[in-house]
C-alpha cells in the first residue's frame, strides 16, 4: 500500500513514540512543550497466558507472576466479565480527511477550495440524513452499515483552541484531555477503576507496543501481535518429526511430572505446561483463525487482528476495552487521493466483517467499536494533491447498539471554516468519551474524563 508524504512532525512523532513505547526507557530528547506519551516508563515483562495460548507483552502489575496471570484471566471470566461490554479503539493515523471521507457534494463552496481533488458530483454513495454529503467511493461498507442503523457519524468532531501538532493532538485525544501533563490514558482510568489486578487482557493492544489511550495508573494491561501468531518450533525439526517430537515431549511431560526428585519434576512440568499451551494455541496458529465470514486478503495486519478479536471473544476471554492502528497513513500533504482510497476501503471492509463476524457469533451486542484520528484536514488543498492540518475530522461508533445516525451538524465550508481555514468542531470528543462511559460502561465519566461535567453527552445508543 504506497505510503502518503508525511511532514516532519509526523514523522518525529512516530519516532518518539516508538522510542516511548521501550517500557522503562524513557524518551530521546524532544521539543519543549511536548507531551510525553501516557504510559511512558510503565514497566514491560513478557508472558505466556498457558491457559489461553497467548504471549503477552504486559505492562505495569509488577506483582503479578505468571501463575497469578493464569488464574486471573480464569478467574475473571468465570465471573462474567467474558460476558461483559466491550469497547474497541481504533485510531486513524496522521489525521483522516473528513472532507473526502464524507464530501461535501453539495456545498457551492467544495469545488472552489478543491478544484483537483474534489470527487465526481456522481461518486460515492449518498448520505441519507444531510443532502450535501456523500460517502467516499472507498467507504461502501461504511455506507451500508450507516443504512442498516449500526453506524453513528460524527461530521466534525474535535475540541476548542485545536492544536495541529500530531503528537500533541493525538496526545489529547489519547488522555482524554487537552492537558499536555496527563500520563494516563482514558482508557487506562477506566481499567483503574473497573478493572481487577490479576486480568491484564482487560485492556488489550492488538499491536507491538502499548497504545497510550490504555495506560494506567495501578493495574495491567497488555500487547500482543495476534492470538495466531503464537508458536511452538523446534530448530530444523519440522513435519511429522516436529508431530512425533510433541507427543513423545507430553508423554514425557506427564510421566515426571509427579516424581519425588524435585529436578525432573520441574522439568516434567515445564515439558507439560509447553505442549499444553501448544494444543490450546493451536487454534489460532499459523492463520488458521476460524471464522464465521471472509475478511478482507491482505498484507495488512489490520483484518487479520480483527478476526482474532472476534475468536477471542468467541473463546470467552475477559477482555473489556481493545485498541489498534487502521491501515493507511493519513497525513496525506501529497499525492492524497491514492493514499486516502486505499486505506479508507481496507479499513471500511475490514470493519463490515468484523461486525458481520461478530453478528453471526451471537456478540455483536457486547461491542461497541469507536474509530478517531487526531484531527481532519485543512477545507483548501494545497499544491501537491494533497491537504494541511486541519481541526475537526470525522468520528465513527459502529455496533448493533448504537442510534446509527448523524450526531452533531456538518457546519458546511461557507461559515463552517475559522480563520485558518479549518472546519469548526460541532462536538467535542471528550464528550462522545463521556457518553461511552455513561452509556455504554455505565460507569462515573466524572471519575475518568478530566471536567467531565462540562461537556455535552449525546445519545449513543438506541
Known sequence: MPRACACNDFSRTEL???AA???????????PGMPLPAGTGLTRRRFLARTTGLALAVYGGSRLSSAALDDGIAQAAAGGAADSRVLVSIFLDGGADSISILFPNGDPRYRSLRPKLALPEAAGFA?????????????EAL????????LSVFPAIGYTSPDKSHFTSRHYWEVGATDVNVRTGWLGRFIDQTGRPDNPIQGLALDNRLQPSLAT?????????GPDRYSFTANKVSGQVEARMHETL????????????????????????ASRLREQAAAFQGGAIKSPVAYPTSQNDFPRRLAGLAAMLAAGLPLRCVALTAPGMYDTHANQPDALSQGLKLTSDSLLAFQR???????????????????????????????DHGAAGIGLLLGTRVAGQMVGEFPGLQNGLDSQGNLKATSDFRGVYS?????????DAGAIIPNAGSFARPKILE
Do not use: C
Open 16 to 18: 518518539f513514540r516508538r
Open 21 to 31: 513505547a521501550q517500557a522503562g526507557q524513557g524518551l530521546p530528547v524532544i521539543e
Open 127 to 139: 448520505f441519507p440524513e444531510d443532502g450535501r454529503l456523500r460517502w467516499h467511493p472507498s467507504a
Open 143 to 150: 455506507s451500508k452499515l450507516h443504512g442498516e442503523g449500526k
Open 217 to 225: 495508573a495501578r493495574l495491567p494491561v497488555a500487547s500482543m501481535d
Open 250 to 273: 507430553s508423554a514425557l511431560g506427564k510421566a515426571h511430572a509427579s516424581t519425588g526428585d524435585p529436578a525432573l519434576r520441574y522439568a516434567g512440568e515445564v515439558v507439560s505446561q
Open 357 to 387: 463476524d461478530l453478528e453471526a457469533r451471537g456478540l455483536a451486542d457486547r461491542v461497541l467499536v469507536h474509530v478517531w484520528s487526531e484531527f481532519g484536514r485543512r477545507g483548501k488543498e494545497n499544491a501537491s494533491d494533497g491537504t
Open 435 to 443: 457518553a461511552i462511559m455513561e452509556q455504554w460502561f455505565e460507569t
